[in-house]
């Protein structure tokens, strides 16, 4: 019962960032509140929970904003985020035709701002034998092999 009480209460407590959209117990996130993190680099990720992912594994060190629902006040508040000192975009979302055309849509939106845009990388997971990898992770793989 106090197990259930303590989900229950943790649930209620839980709510969106404003300033990102990530999960908090706060109006305002412990990251988006850190002075120390990096204002230069703005990690656009598709939900909440991927900010955790990042987090735990010491990989991203700046700002984030979660997309979920990207809609035309999604834009705007995306455009609000984005702050002089913002210099890289990096888009942190699942490899898929529709998010490709989700990046293309904000960097359209965004053109006029002096951002540089990128995303994290794709192709062949480390340790799958190319048997077992899809045809547009292959394929993806293949155009942007790098020089070794």
Do not use: W
């Not at 709510?15 to 908090?24: I, N």
């Not at 680099?41 to 598709?46: A, D, N, R, Y």
């Amino acid at each position: 019962m106090k197990l259930s009480n303590s989900i229950e209460s943790a649930v209620k407590s839980i709510k969106k960032c404003h300033t990102c959209g990530g999960l908090s117990e706060n109006e305002i996130c412990e990251i988006c509140l850190d002075e120390q993190r990096d204002n230069t680099k703005l990690c656009i990720i598709e939900n909440a929970k991927d900010i955790f992912v990042l987090e735990e594994n010491n990989l991203f060190n700046g700002r984030y904003f979660v997309l979920e629902n990207l809609e035309k006040d999604s834009v705007e508040s995306l455009k609000k985020r984005v702050s002089k000192d913002v210099k890289e975009m990096i888009f942190a979302l699942t490899p898929s035709l529709s998010n490709d055309a989700v990046i293309l849509f904000i960097e359209d939106n965004l053109k006029d701002l002096d951002i540089k845009f990128t995303k994290i990388a794709q192709g062949v997971p480390t340790g799958v034998h190319l048997e077992n990898v899809d045809m547009l992770s292959l394929a993806k793989a293949m155009d942007s092999r790098v020089s070794i």
